[in-house]
């Protein structure tokens, strides 16, 4: 037996008030008095009553949905900081009635197209940048359009626009200055991408603590990776077999850092003895192998972006449209002094 469909017309019957006075009590309009929209807002909870959304949305020109394309390669995403970005972005649009679309595209040609389907077809009211790059033809784009949007990185281009970003150098100066601090000279590093914004922050971090320390920054000591687990290992691999050694590794995120470590493990160097290692993010897998890092709240900034952006949708000006976060170290067990021979 199919069940009745729960109109406003139900709604009127079993409160009493008119069609056009429940309709506007649940829209929220001030001509209803607050006792007599909580009326209205019970019974709809009551009878299970869900809004007609296409013509909610045809009737505000909305479509409640913020737009996300991830830029990562391959069929699948593995790395944790995705997970935990869509996870805060997704919970922070629920608690204002919003939806996400998401969709995934690696840089280039395709990615923008995916980015003019989105804004062209009307299809967001609104999206959410990730992982800024070099003269960053998304950020670009956007500005030149009239669609609210948020990212979550700086860019070296002359466009204000709405951010949240860690201060990734700071975070890698102060990871290079501990290890030094623990005695640390030859210290390798696995960069990431150079076109991405974070990657030379991160670097420079790097370069400045050894510059500071009186040390050079060799960049023999210095072997790209693409943030990857498999780009993580071969990075490692390429560090492990120079002479002499690094005694320590940071690597630009936590996914080539855990890399770095099962690489290590499988020639027999101890980690937190013969060799120390450290990465950047705090992922999950990062705790478990008590593994030293600079820790972003990335889930929280999920939830900062979905509320800037909400914010910007409703035609809000925003408190503060540059934020800059610091991260924080963390400091566990796969870094030590190094050994002395």
């Known amino acids: 037996m199919m069940t009745q469909r729960v109109t406003l017309k139900t709604i009127a019957a079993k409160t009493g008030f008119s069609i056009t006075t429940v309709s ?18 019970e019974a709809a909870e009551v009878l299970g009553y869900y809004p007609n959304l296409t013509a909610r949305q045809l009737q505000k020109q909305s479509t409640d949905t913020v737009g996300l394309i991830l830029p990562a ?15 805060g972005i997704g919970d922070e649009l629920a608690q204002h009635d919003m939806d996400l ?21 009307q299809r967001v009211d609104g999206l959410i940048v990730i992982r800024t ?18 990212v979550f990185g700086r860019s070296d281009l002359d466009i204000d626009f709405p951010y949240i970003d860690e201060d990734s150098e700071v975070g890698f100066f ?27 922050f991160r670097f420079d971090g790097y370069c400045r603590a050894l510059q500071e320390a009186g040390l050079t920054c060799d960049m023999e000591y210095v072997v790209r990776g693409d943030l990857t687990r498999k780009g993580g290992e071969k990075a490692a691999r390429q560090l492990l077999l120079l002479a002499p050694r690094p005694t320590a590794i940071i690597a630009t995120n936590d996914l080539m850092a855990v890399a770095t470590v099962s690489v290590a493990r499988e020639k027999d160097i101890k980690i937190g003895e013969d060799l120390s290692v450290a990465g950047f993010d ?15 709240p990335t889930y929280e900034i999920g939830r900062r972006l979905s509320n800037m952006l909400h914010q910007l949708i409703k035609g809000n000006p925003l408190e503060d449209r540059h934020v800059l976060l610091k991260p924080e170290m963390i400091v566990r067990n796969s870094t030590c002094p190094p050994r002395s021979y």
Do not use: W
Not at 110 to 119: C, G, I
């Open 24 to 41: 506007r009590g649940l829209a929220g309009y001030s001509d209803v008095s607050p006792r007599t929209k909580q009326i209205i807002l």
């Open 73 to 87: 390669q391959g069929p699948r995403f593995s790395d944790p900081y995705f997970s935990a970005i869509i996870a």
């Open 101 to 121: 679309l998401l969709s995934k595209h690696p840089p280039g040609p395709k990615e923008l197209s995916a980015y003019r389907r989105m804004v062209e077809g």
């Open 133 to 150: 790059r070099k003269q960053d033809e998304r950020i670009s784009y956007l500005s030149s359009t009239s669609l609210p949007f948020v």
């Open 174 to 200: 102060q990871l290079t200055t501990y290890l030094l601090s623990q005695g640390h000279t030859r210290i390798g590093f696995i960069s990431g991408p150079d076109n991405l914004m974070f990657a030379n």
């Open 282 to 296: 705090d992922i999950p897998p990062s705790d478990y192998l008590s593994l030293t890092t600079m820790r972003q």
